[in-house]
Each structure stands twice: as structure tokens, then as C-alpha cells.
């Protein structure tokens, strides 16, 4: 559908990570009004509607997750029976009755609780600033099959994580768990040491924004299930007036977390 100047002007303006969905809800209900082209007043229309009505959407909960499902060729896992599982959580928490109780009827999308799922680093999905940030990851480790010397891994790791010398190494510090380079290695001397998910705890944008802290290791799906299932009930427990579980989370509770996943 085509946009005016003004329209595409205004459409600039919504923030980057949620405006591809604004831009199809505008489409949308341009649409459903009978018009082939958005224009100014089309965006202004959407904004009314969508202010008006925001209550009437809110389900208690955001689970997002990034494009790794369409195809994309960098997924480190497939992550598709844990939405499921998550959804399934997110729901039996029951966060909608919780946040009325807290917050009152006029809830806002800010209200939500946010857990996102990235299939790689990359973090498509901005793991970073959700309540709940899970992000797929193969650890990679070295085997006894002898290292050709073929640089493949090298030329294939982003994060310059592979050392060659006279035999290959991985650099922790660097290595993001990508997996690429136990794809790349054609002698076998690259595997998977662990594969599974990273997990981040309290991010948040806005005023006081906060990046979300990860916990250490790397989880497999029942892991991450428990650890979300605790967070919404650490969640539930010390939230009131819908304060952010970025807020609440202290060294405390992340300390016990730690211990509980060990």
C-alpha cells in the first residue's frame, strides 16, 4: 500500500522496534476503511484507535520472540516448543487479574510483564531491556580430532572468539556461544560443549532505562521454564501498583536464583 510523505513522516517517528507492527495495524485499517493509500489522517485514525482501546488489548503478558522461525540462517537453536511452553506458563500466572487488582482497569502496554526469545546473539528480539530476555546458545569445545589448520572457524566467528596457533583455542571472554564455528569445522575438532539458552534478567527502556543481567550458565528448556515460572512469582509476590520487575529485582534475588539453577 502506498504512504504519503507525511504518513511515511510520521511513521519515522514510532519507536524502531515496534514500528513494522504499527505499520501493518495502520495498513490494516486503512484497508478495512476502503482507502488504497495511508495518509496522515490514516495514522491519526490508528493512534486514536489504538489510545481508546489500549485496555481492551492488554493480556497481562508480552512473549516475543525474533524472526528465527521465518528461515533466518543464524539460529543457534530451535526454539519453537519452548514458546509454546512459555505461553503456556504465562498464562496459568494469570498476570492480567494481577495487574487489575494492582494497577486498576486503564492498563497500559507498559504494564505487561515481557519475556522475549532470541534464536541467536543477535538478539533480534532486544533480550537486553525485557523483564525476561532468553537467548539461544552452543558453546562450542575442543575435541580430540586434530586441528587442520584450515581457518574456517576463524573466518566464520564474528566475535574474533578463535585463536590459531599451532592448534585452535576459543577465547570465553569473547565467545558468544554462537555456534558458528562447530558448523564451519570441517575435521570435527569444534563441538558442542553445552546447547541451550542464555537467560537475562531485568531490562527495561524508559525513563530510568536498565539493561537485563544475565544469569551464569547456559539452561535447557526445563531450566528455563522454572526460571521463568520463579521470576513471575518473585513478580507477583513484591510488585504493587505495577512497578517493573527491573525495579524489584535486587543482588539478592538473583543470587538465589543462581543457587536454585546450579
Known sequence: MRWTAEAEAAIKKVPFFVR???????????????????????????????????????????????????????????????????????????????????????????????????????????????????????????TDQACSGCEACVDVCPDDAMVLDETVAVDSQRCMACGKCILACPTGTLDEKAKGYRVLLGGKLGRHPRLARELPGIFNEQDVLDIVDTCVALYKKKSRGGKRFADLLTDTDIETLEKQVR
Do not use: W
Open 20 to 142: 513494522k507492527k504499527v505499520r501493518s495495524r495502520v495498513e490494516r485499517e486503512a484497508a478495512d476503511d476502503g482507502s488504497t493509500v495511508v495518509d496522515i489522517e490514516a495514522v491519526k485514525t490508528t493512534q486514536k484507535r489504538y489510545l481508546s482501546g489500549m485496555a481492551a488489548e492488554v493480556k497481562g503478558y508480552q512473549l516475543d520472540t525474533c524472526f528465527g522461525s521465518n528461515g533466518c540462517p543464524n539460529r543457534s537453536v530451535i526454539s519453537d516448543d519452548l514458546l509454546k511452553s512459555l505461553e503456556q506458563v504465562l498464562q496459568a500466572a494469570n498476570l492480567l487479574s494481577f495487574l487489575k487488582e494492582q494497577v486498576g482497569d486503564n492498563l497500559k502496554f507498559h504494564h505487561e510483564f515481557r519475556v522475549t526469545v532470541a534464536d541467536c546473539p543477535n538478539a533480534c528480539s532486544q533480550p537486553q531491556i525485557k523483564d525476561i530476555g532468553i537467548i539461544g546458545a552452543v558453546m562450542p569445545t575442543i
